[in-house]
């Protein structure tokens, strides 16, 4: 017998293959208009990130550290630097920098794009402020100024040892605390000093790293003119090894007044000249038990490397530098010329003086 044919399938109705086409042309519809919108919101972002943003005016804005993307975002729109923080978040984050943005202050351009303010977090490229302490200035004087730095943060440290800080220029950022600075002057003067110390002249009459600051620091306070530093130094180690006193006026006016130095417009008295401390080097031989001042590299330079003289005296010379000698006559005769230039100036100011009343 041959076998009977098997049923054939029952045939869909014209009206169910329509429900079916139906659904699949809604799908690929439904889809078409998500990737056209998902396009028109994309390009329209992208046009907002880039385009010029609300700033009228430069204006400056702190991202403090370990800050995320979403409270800088917030913050940048509430100074008016951007005009919309979820745009700006998700630009970044698309944009693959959303770990990248830099703490720090950062100045912003009038106009400038979000795209423009992403870049100049991402580049670190914030602004730097200075703090600078100039050679010869004491511990006290520096801390002084590191303490009035509005843009510095947190207390002062506990003061270190007269010396020990660098004189320099010193860049920073808003937020810096006050001990990071005080510690990387302090570093910075440690390794000048052992460097210089390390390469110094030999049979210098200096027994220590200590003596060494001390004499640099005098020497800073003696003079100001960067090319006489190592004449001055020669005067002192001369001095030294003779056994003589250095007769250094800074000397005693530290002893007397300590690090916040002489008050502006006082004069030096002969009680002053005559003070009884370990710094007055009128009636002490040798150094003082320690610097006066932070002496800077061309003072420390000077003292490991001075200038060899047989001069033992120098006196102002009246044009803002000195007169050097090897011997006292000299001297002396150096000191009553000085003096008399002194007499002659006051006697034209006073008359100067005079006539213009």
């Known amino acids: 017998m041959k076998p009977s044919p ?13 429900q079916l086409v139906i ?15 998902a396009g028109a919101v994309l390009y329209w972002g992208k046009s907002e990130f880039e385009r010029p943003g609300p700033l009228k005016s430069e204006a400056t804005y702190v991202v403090p550290s370990s800050t995320g993307v979403s409270a800088i975002a917030s913050g940048l729109e509430r100074q008016g630097i951007i005009a919309d923080a979820d745009v700006f978040e998700y630009g970044v984050r698309l944009s693959g920098a959303g770990s990248k943005l830099k703490a720090g202050e950062f100045a912003f ?17 914030s602004i730097m402020h200075a703090v ?22 947190g207390d002062m440290p506990g003061e270190v040892p007269e010396g020990t800080l660098k004189p320099d220029t010193y860049l920073v950022q808003r937020g810096t605390t006050r001990k990071e600075v005080v510690q990387r002057m302090k570093s910075a003067q440690d390794r000048l000093v052992q460097e210089i110390w390390d390469g110094r002249d030999p049979d210098l009459p200096i027994k220590d790293i ?4 001390t004499l640099a620091s005098i020497v800073e306070r003696e003079t100001g003119i960067a090319g006489e530093r190592p004449h001055v130094a020669s005067v002192f180690i001369n001095r030294l090894k003779k056994g003589m006193r250095l007769d250094s006026d800074p000397t005693f006016l530290y002893g007397v007044y300590g690090g916040a130095g002489k008050p502006s417009g006082q004069p030096v008295t002969q009680s002053d000249k005559d003070s009884d401390t370990p710094y007055n080097t009128y009636k002490i031989r ?35 530098g000195h007169a050097f000698s090897s011997t006292l006559k000299e001297h002396n005769n150096k000191v009553a010329k000085y003096r008399k230039l002194q007499r002659q100036r006051a006697a034209e100011e006073e008359s100067s003086s005079g006539s213009g009343g």
């Open 6 to 18: 098997a049923p054939e399938p029952p045939r869909r109705s014209r009206q169910s293959r329509n």
């Open 23 to 37: 659904f699949l042309n809604f799908c690929l519809s439904a889809a078409l208009f998500l990737v056209l919108a």
């Open 109 to 125: 351009a009038p106009g400038a794009s979000m795209r423009q303010v992403m870049e100049k977090l991402v580049s670190g490229q």
């Open 132 to 153: 600078t302490i100039p050679e010869g200035w004491t511990v006290n004087r520096a801390y002084e100024r590191i303490a009035a730095a509005d843009f510095l943060s």
């Open 210 to 213: 200590g003596q060494f600051i």
């Open 286 to 320: 040798g150094l003082p038990p320690g610097p006066i001042a932070n002496p800077g590299r061309a003072a420390l330079e000077a003292v490991a490397h001075p200038l060899q003289t047989d001069d033992l005296y120098f006196v102002a010379d009246g044009t803002g």
